[in-house]
């Protein structure tokens, strides 16, 4: 296990259109998040799991934005209805306590256009 | 809004010089993080410092902490061109290490 993939790397789609990016997370890493980063800005959090439960939900996540994690294992981001403004990288990250620090996706683009 | 700030913005430096970065935040934390992210890429873990250290090392960086100041620095020495990158500050809250909270970062070049 190599560290946390996500899939796709970039993304284009039309104003209107379903997306749906997935995170394989470090397989011993019980925790999962997402976040989302715009350009010239810090990761901003977006949702937070521990096993299959997600514990946290940011206001940032409209009902627009739904993830899940099956079986405590990869999880996945879906954006409805995407809008120009849903373009961002969105990263994903995961650990596992009491493992100093995050281990980082190399993330998704999505670009709406 | 983001908890963390980090000042500055952006820094040019000469191979070889040190750089320092700083970071403040607003509220109580467990630990602080620095975080750095290469153009278009995910961020990389450097260093960990808990509310109760002051100062901590791993290899070229130091780490320092000011609880009562709610501010730290990460100063690189003697930076290398592979140093170039953004460098971010992430806290966590005192009800647990659910979620990090970044900055907005230090655009850091390292001119040859």
């Known amino acids: 296990d190599t560290g946390v993939s996500q899939d796709p790397r970039h993304k284009i789609t039309k104003r209107g259109q379903n997306v749906t990016f997935r995170c394989d997370p470090i397989?011993?890493?019980?925790?999962l998040y997402w976040y989302r980063q715009t350009l010239g800005q810090g990761p901003e959090f977006l949702t937070y799991?521990?096993?299959?439960?997600?514990?946290?939900k940011s206001r940032l996540l409209s009902d627009r934005f739904s993830a899940e994690r099956p079986k405590g294992s990869f999880s996945t981001l879906e954006i409805q209805r995407t809008e120009q403004g849903d373009s961002a990288m969105y990263l994903c990250?995961?650990?596992?306590?009491?493992?100093?620090?995050?281990?980082f996706g190399s993330g998704t683009r999505l670009t709406v256009v | 809004s983001q908890q963390g700030e980090e000042d500055p913005q952006a820094l040019s430096i000469q191979e070889g010089e040190n750089a320092t970065m700083n970071c403040s935040y607003k509220?109580?934390?467990?630990?602080l993080q620095w975080y750095r992210q290469n153009s278009g890429r995910g961020l990389v873990h450097l260093i960990l410092?808990?509310?109760?250290?002051r100062e901590k090392h791993s290899g070229r960086l130091r780490v320092t902490l000011d609880t009562s100041k709610k501010s730290s620095s990460l100063l690189i020495t003697a930076s290398r061109a592979a140093d170039t990158a953004s460098y971010f500050c992430?806290?966590?809250?005192?009800?647990?290490?659910?979620?990090?909270?970044f900055g907005q970062g230090t655009r850091l070049t390292i001119n040859p």
């Open positions: 990250a995961s650990s596992h306590p009491p493992i100093d620090g995050y281990t």
């Open positions: 397989s011993e890493h019980n925790r």
């Open positions: 799991f521990q096993n299959e439960a997600q514990l946290e």
């Open positions: 509220t109580s934390i467990n630990n």
């Open positions: 410092i808990r509310s109760n250290e």
């Open positions: 992430a806290t966590d809250g005192l009800q647990g290490a659910q979620k990090l909270v």
